[in-house]
């Protein structure tokens, strides 16, 4: 990281302003700074509301059981090692002790990525050998899709071990999803724990704390659902496109004042 910001900083210090998703973020440069934080279009292939028609014909398309039935618990993430599809494995074993229920992750490799192919091909195996658990690899344009299978899910998962903001947890919590994450980066900013859903710790250390809190999720339905709608009401408020317009509309007045 330092020989890339040694690299960088000359050039950023250039520009009137540079635009930051955190705090945490902000280097020590001589450039003005603006936090504005990531955000979502609801009206997006990926975010806009779907007929329960075409959610339940992406269920049965994958050959996924009725949530109404088998909970689903879903993670949706590329394949990468740091986003936490093994601790979701092995914190949905201890799970799958006490409730019935199913685990589905869901992601896309890159063609032109060796190591991505390796990591999809290891983790598919590990998931072969789990009752219950799926594996499905998506084209990069599957939007509808995922959208129809966070919508259908019961609870989402986020266990990321590294994390820049995590749009995929602010898209399940707009479906009104209760989401249980890793306490790491942007994360931490979207979900107050226990209100709008939980934060775990991230690692290994954390795999006996997000069971707990999946459990509880599937054993008190009610307060799964209070959750999500709490989720979804932060989303509306922090997290959509017309906060980040706003956002950026100030930054601009701001240059064009000089202040």
């Not at 975010?47 to 339940?56: A, G, K, S, Y």
């Not at 949905?92 to 199913?102: A, G, H, L």
């Not at 775990?200 to 339905?221: C, F, K, S």
């Amino acid at each position: 990281h330092s020989l890339m910001t040694d690299f960088l900083k000359p050039l950023v210090e250039l520009y009137d302003a540079a635009v930051f998703s955190a705090m945490s973020y902000i280097p020590n440069w001589h450039v003005r700074s603006f936090v504005i934080l990531p955000y979502i279009d609801p009206l997006s292939e990926k975010n806009r509301e779907l007929p329960e028609t075409e959610i339940r014909e992406v269920l049965a398309r994958h050959g996924i059981e009725d949530p109404a039935e088998k909970p689903l618990i879903l993670l949706v993430s590329r394949f990468d090692p740091f986003k936490g599809h093994r601790l979701a494995l092995e914190a949905f074993k201890i799970v799958r002790q006490r409730k019935i229920c199913q685990l589905l992750f869901v992601g896309g490799t890159a063609s032109d990525d060796p190591e991505n192919e390796r990591i999809f091909a290891a983790l598919a195996e590990e998931v072969r050998q789990v009752p219950d658990a799926r594996l499905l690899n998506l084209p990069p344009d599957s939007h509808r899709v995922i959208n129809a299978l966070q919508r259908a899910a019961t609870v989402i998962l986020q266990p990321s071990t590294k994390e820049g903001f995590g749009l995929t947890v602010t898209e399940g919590m707009w479906k009104e999803k209760p989401v249980v994450a890793a306490k790491v980066g942007g994360i931490v900013a979207q979900i107050a724990d226990g209100y709008n859903g939980f934060l775990v710790t991230p690692g290994e250390a954390g795999i006996g704390e997000m069971a707990a809190r999946i459990l509880y999720l599937l054993e008190h339905p009610a307060q799964a659902r209070v959750m999500g709608r709490r989720a979804r009401e932060t989303v509306r408020e922090r997290f959509l496109i017309t906060r980040g317009l706003w956002d950026e509309l100030i930054l601009v007045q701001s240059l064009l004042k000089g202040e």
